[in-house]
T-cell receptor, first 114, second 114 residues
Framework: AQSVTQLGSHVSVSEGALVLLRCNYS??????LFWYVQYPNQGLQLLLKYTSAATLVKGINGFEAEFKKSETSFHLTKPSAHMSDAAEYFCAVSRSSNTGKLIFGQGTTLQVKP | KAGVTQTPRYLIKTRGQQVTLSCSPI?????VSWYQQTPGQGLQFLFE???????NKGNFPGRFSGRQFSNSRSEMNVSTLELGDSALYLC?????????????FGPGTRLTVT
């Protein structure tokens, strides 16, 4: 069965520092991969998605992620953290193009210190 | 364009009661998915509907049911509520029923079972 593992339930960075949120997936075939962000008391917003086109995916708000098949990873990065990036981030996987069913990781809470 | 709306936003019920949650997708979207979010289990897939047909169902007991109407609006019902059903229930809509379509999430319905 497919699963997603997010390493680190809490990540703390200083404003202006690099943001790195880790995600590893288990899948027998290259899946569809997603990163979502959730702000307090809100739903989820899509940051970016990988659908087997370019391995480096650029998303909104300056975030990007690189699909590495050899490492089964899809880590999320941002060169310089802003205070407004503080939120919970979820990595998710979908097993095929025929379903919208998403399997989510446990989430990583990003804290940005001034 | 209006986003995904969920009603009610907050709900308090007593054990043993039943509850119906509603989701109105973005205009033109034909697919609706439901997720349960809890601190312990994270985000878990409940159902996926496309053009009034259930395409996928998550691993939840039969007390959880759903349906989709011809206007794409969807409802989910939970019967015989248990304390463990307390959660944020999120609905997501997309144009099509596959992983290549972006899913837009509503703000959720916060259900508290006492």
């Amino acid at each position: 069965a497919q699963s997603v593992t997010q390493l680190g339930s809490h990540v703390s960075v200083s404003e202006g520092a690099l943001v790195l949120l880790r995600c590893n997936y288990s899948s027998s075939v290259p899946p569809y991969l997603f990163w979502y962000v959730q702000y307090p008391n809100q739903g989820l917003q899509l940051l970016l998605k990988y659908t087997s086109a370019a391995t480096l995916v650029k998303g909104i708000n300056g975030f990007e992620a690189e699909f590495k098949k050899s490492e089964t990873s899809f880590h999320l990065t941002k060169p310089s953290a802003h205070m407004s990036d503080a939120a919970e981030y979820f990595c998710a996987v979908s097993r095929s193009s025929n379903t919208g069913k998403l399997i989510f990781g446990q989430g990583t809470t990003l804290q940005v210190k001034p | 364009k209006a986003g995904v709306t969920q009603t009610p936003r907050y709900l308090i019920k007593t054990r043993g009661q039943q509850v119906t949650l509603s989701c109105s997708p973005i205009s033109g979207h034909r697919s609706v998915s439901w997720y349960q979010q809890t601190p312990g289990q994270g985000l878990q897939f409940l159902f996926e509907y496309f053009s009034e047909t259930q395409r996928n169902k998550g691993n939840f007991p039969g007390r959880f049911s759903g349906r989709q109407f011809s206007n794409s609006r969807s409802e989910m019902n939970v019967s015989t509520l248990e304390l463990g059903d307390s959660a944020l229930y999120l609905c997501a809509s997309s144009q099509g029923g596959g992983a290549t379509y972006e899913q837009y999430f509503g703000p959720g319905t916060r259900l508290t079972v006492t």
